[in-house]
């Protein structure tokens, strides 16, 4: 499972407190080598990595080892083999890394290389164009069981969006399994490439690809080339440096509404459950049913589903967001308005209209701090046109005018969310178990999952499907699980899904695949074959459908599969298709044999390519070999002087990649007339 909330690895200098780990044997280590076959002009652009991972409170330093750090600032470095860049990472399989990311930064020359304060993220790309755009790679290193090193689990993911390829390749192995992400040094799959299909794709998709255009950012802000794509839900949650919502314009806010309302009014689903992590609660079938009830920790009542376990009878919720938050005005634009308290009374007066505010409902924004449970303690308490009275009464110092703010039936500000962003985020109500349940408890554990099955299986336009809604119950199927878990079914036209991950998985550049397809491939619902790729954060395996699918990897990852030891491939893949050399050409002018008694000889002409070679005897037993650059407009000068009475030059044209013309060959005879 992918998430922002994730901890983060970064390749980093710490500026406070660090303290080496002690480096153990090569064995005792993982090795990622780093490839930069970008092709970026180093004159233009540089590449820079960056991480670390908070809940191990570790980094790596300038050297790509492992220093501890909590606290201070974190730096990155360039890629490469030069002094002062790191070329490969070591990570000891015997400390514990607990969710980390790389992060590979594209810097244009003269900008400041990237830095975060510990513990804070880089602003997802697009969002701020002073800060370079970045794809991730992310690892995992779990504690030692007994003093013995376990497998690690590393994946490249597009969560946050595609900036350009990415590979791994697993101790050098080159087939499926073995290699995740883009085909390694494939011409036909560069990111030019993968922009362009990207574009075709959503063209081709009609009216409901139209709103992923707007996903693209900076175009012709990188040698040429857009800044990237956002993934789905980094661009509706994406916000300026205020804090406020971008795209809160976009269709796909509410794209999912009708599929969600359609869900939340079944009691038809048949759900399997996993059992709880800590032990307590047995895998077991669960059956679903349409209520209302009170959120927890609050007074309000909201629509949900209520799974009740077939053998002990746990009951866990799961609520509906549509129509539980408003975050957008009666133009679909951002709500902002301006708090004054006068007379004991707090109005806030609206910029604009907004309708579906209701008496009740809990606020959020300038000068409205939530308390220590995270809960807004600001209602509307009257509403009279634009203005709305706010209770409690706030203290001295209204806070800026036409500032944002967004409204809630509930009180949780992380809940205060569009059911889009909830959805392409895996977000909100569908990653509330901490909130709803306590932290890291067996029922958290199982509410966590039973949330991850359905906003998966939205995003994969099978969330209400007729297979899914009215399932067939059979030994070893269980209904709804069972037809959500299967590749076969993912995808399927004309259903609203997240049509961004679809072009991950199958999308094709120049007629290849632009992720690696895994052994075993199989075909969605529309007949396309599926790429290991991660399209949104719980793109994982299909499942649970007892017994567990046994089908290709979903998701572009070495799963616990990185024995201690390994050596990771990874390579930043190409900006654009190289353009091949132009084939070599030459011509020599003037005569061919040339008498003179000069002391130096101008030959001159023109060609084709990198450079003119010449070759000649300058006395017996003495070979030369001389080269001289060609003119942007073709033309090249050669001064010879002759040592010997007959000297034959031999003159070829010489491309960048070693091709050579033809040679023509010119006499000098030394006179003494």
């Known amino acids: 499972m992918k998430s922002r909330s994730l901890q983060v690895l970064v390749v980093a200098l710490a500026l406070a407190s660090t303290v080496l780990i002690p480096s153990r044997a090569l064995a005792d280590n993982y090795t990622i080598s780093i490839t930069n076959s970008t092709g970026l002009a180093p004159a233009n652009y540089s590449i820079y990595v960056m991480g670390f991972s908070t809940g191990s409170n570790l980094v790596l330093g300038p050297a790509g080892t492992l220093v501890s750090q909590s606290s201070g600032t974190i730096s990155s470095y360039p890629v490469g083999t030069g002094a002062g860049q790191i070329s490969a990472i070591t990570l000891d399989t015997l400390t514990e890394f607990t969710g980390g990311r790389f992060y590979f930064f594209i810097v244009a020359n003269g900008q400041p290389a990237p830095s975060v304060t510990f513990g804070q993220q880089p602003p997802n790309p697009g969002t701020n164009s002073s800060y370079p755009p970045y794809s991730i790679v992310e690892i995992t290193v779990p504690a030692p069981v007994g003093g013995v090193a376990q497998n690690a689990t590393i994946d490249i993911q597009t969560v946050d969006g595609f900036v350009f390829p990415l590979t791994i390749g697993l101790n050098g192995l080159s087939t499926a399994g073995n290699i995740y992400g883009q085909p390694l040094n494939n011409s036909a799959v560069t990111r030019a490439s993968i922009l362009s299909a990207y574009t075709a794709f959503m063209q081709a998709q009609g009216s409901a690809g139209t709103p992923y255009a707007d996903m693209v950012y900076l175009p012709n802000s990188i040698d040429g080339q857009a800044g990237g794509i956002l993934n789905p839900g980094a661009y509706l949650t994406a916000q300026d440096s205020s804090g406020n919502y971008l795209n809160l314009g976009s269709t796909l806010h509410t794209i999912f509404n009708a599929d969600l309302n359609t869900l939340f009014a079944s009691s038809t689903l048949q759900i399997q459950g996993v059992p709880s992590n800590p032990a307590g609660i047995p895998g077991q079938s669960y059956t679903v049913a349409p209520v209302t009830q009170t959120y927890p920790g609050t007074s309000v009542s909201l629509p949900a589903l209520k799974f009740t376990g077939a053998s002990d009878a746990s009951v866990f919720y799961v609520f509906n967001p549509v129509g539980v938050s408003v975050l957008t005005n009666s133009s679909g634009a951002q709500i902002t308005g301006s708090i004054t308290t006068t007379g004991g009374v707090t109005t806030l007066t609206l910029d604009s209209a907004v309708t579906g505010l209701q008496s009740g409902m809990f606020v959020s924004g300038a000068g409205l701090s939530p308390n220590l449970s995270g809960q807004s303690t600001t209602t509307i308490s009257g509403i009279n046109g634009n203005a709305l009275t706010l209770s409690p009464t706030l203290g001295t110092g209204d806070p800026a005018p036409h500032s944002q703010y967004v409204f809630s039936k509930q009180p949780y500000v992380s809940l205060m969310l569009t059911p889009g962003q909830m959805v392409f985020g895996n977000a909100g109500f569908f990653a509330d178990s901490s909130i709803q349940l306590t932290p890291n408890s067996a029922p958290a554990s199982v509410l966590a999952s039973i949330e991850n099955y359905i906003v998966t299986a939205l995003n994969r336009g099978v969330g209400v499907a007729s297979g899914a809604l009215n399932p067939a119950v059979t030994p070893g199927n269980n209904g709804t699980s069972a037809f959500w878990g299967t590749q076969a079914n993912w995808y399927p036209a004309g259903a609203t899904q997240n049509l961004f991950s679809l072009f991950m998985h199958t999308a094709l550049a120049g007629g290849t695949p632009i992720f690696?397809?895994?052994?075993?491939?199989?075909?969605?619902?529309?007949?396309?074959?599926?790429?290991?790729?991660?399209?949104?954060?719980?793109?994982?395996?299909?499942?649970?459908?007892?017994?567990?699918?046994?089908?290709?990897?979903?998701?572009?990852?070495?799963?616990?599969t990185v024995t201690p030891g390994s050596t990771i491939q990874l390579t930043l893949g190409a900006w654009a298709a190289s353009t091949p050399a132009p084939v070599p050409e030459i011509a020599v002018k003037g005569k061919k044999t040339i008498k003179t008694k000069a002391t130096t000889v101008k030959i001159k002409g023109t060609a084709v390519g990198q450079k003119v070679v010449i070759k000649y005897k300058a006395k017996p037993g003495k070979n030369v070999t001389k080269h001289v650059s060609i003119k942007p407009n073709g033309q090249w000068l050669f001064k010879f002087k002759p040592l010997v009475k007959d000297t034959i030059l031999k003159f070829y044209a010489q491309s960048s990649d070693g091709e050579r013309s033809r040679t023509e060959k010119v006499k000098v005879v030394k006179t003494n007339d």
């Not at 895994?518 to 074959?529: D, I, M, S």
Request: no cysteine.
């Open 516 to 560: 690696q397809r895994p052994a075993g491939a199989t075909t969605n619902a529309q007949g396309q074959t599926m790429g290991s790729a991660y399209g949104f954060a719980y793109d994982e395996n299909g499942g649970p459908v007892p017994p567990a699918p046994n089908g290709p990897e979903v998701p572009s990852k070495f799963d616990g």
